[in-house]
Structures are given as structure tokens and as C-alpha cells.
Nanobody
Framework: QLVLVESGGGLMQAGGSLRLSCACS????????MGWFRQAPGKEREFVAG????????LYADSVRGRFTISRDNVKNMVYLQMDSLKPEDTAVYYC??????????????????WGQGTQVTVSS
């Protein structure tokens, strides 16, 4: 069974940067497409960024494109989300998720079968 553990969240001022990490264990991460989602209080969980199994294709939500970067290291079984130019509206619990390997990247959360426990990101104005 694939186990995902996020880390790197915290409190940051607007304009600052954070890097989230997702450690994958139990299975080889290169067998999976990976995604980052977030959920703010009272809101639905939404897609943030995704990357295919090889790292050759990425996809971003419009709200984060140009500020966030998703990457992966299949040797280390790690996935990262570099978040720059943070805004207060980025405040949420961020989740790492895994879905079946595919050349395409999917934004629908139903595609992703395994989820981490989440890490809180709070951006102050």
C-alpha cells in the first residue's frame, strides 16, 4: 500500500515562499501520477498542481500558475510543491495525492486513490 506523508507547511507572510514535500513509501512513486490539492475552511478540496509519472508533464490551477512549481524525484520517492509569492488566499490544508500512472495529468480528485494526511499552510497579510 502506498503511504504519503506531507511536510513543510507553516505560517508565512504574504509574498514569501514555502516548499512542501511529500514522502512516498510502500510502493515505487514512479508507478503513480501525483497531485497536490488544497482545502480551505468551508470550501471544497481543489486541485492545485499535478505531475505525471515521469515528471515530463505538469498542470496547474489558474490561481497558482506562475507562482507554484510541482516537481518529483523518483529516486528519492519524493514530490515537491514550491510555493512562491504566497497570498492570503493560499491559506489551506494541502494534500498530496497519488493516482495511476498516465502520460496525462488529471485535475479530477476522483482520479487519485491515495491521499496524505495534509499539512497546514497559513499566509498572513
Amino acid at each position: 500500500q502506498l503511504v504519503l506523508v506531507e511536510s513543510g507547511g507553516g505560517l508565512m507572510q504574504a509574498g514569501g515562499s514555502l516548499r512542501l514535500s511529500c514522502a512516498c513509501s510502500g510502493r515505487t512513486s514512479s508507478d503513480y501520477n501525483m497531485g497536490w490539492f488544497r482545502q480551505a475552511p468551508g470550501k471544497e478540496r481543489e486541485f492545485v498542481a499535478g505531475i505525471n509519472w515521469s515528471g515530463g508533464r505538469t498542470l496547474y490551477a489558474d490561481s497558482v500558475r506562475g507562482r507554484f512549481t510541482i516537481s518529483r524525484d523518483n529516486v528519492k520517492n519524493m514530490v515537491y510543491l514550491q510555493m512562491d509569492s504566497l497570498k492570503p488566499e493560499d491559506t489551506a490544508v494541502y494534500y498530496c495525492a497519488a493516482g495511476a500512472s498516465d502520460l496525462q495529468v488529471f485535475i479530477n480528485r476522483d482520479f487519485y486513490n491515495d491521499w496524505g494526511q495534509g499539512t497546514q499552510v497559513t499566509v498572513s497579510s
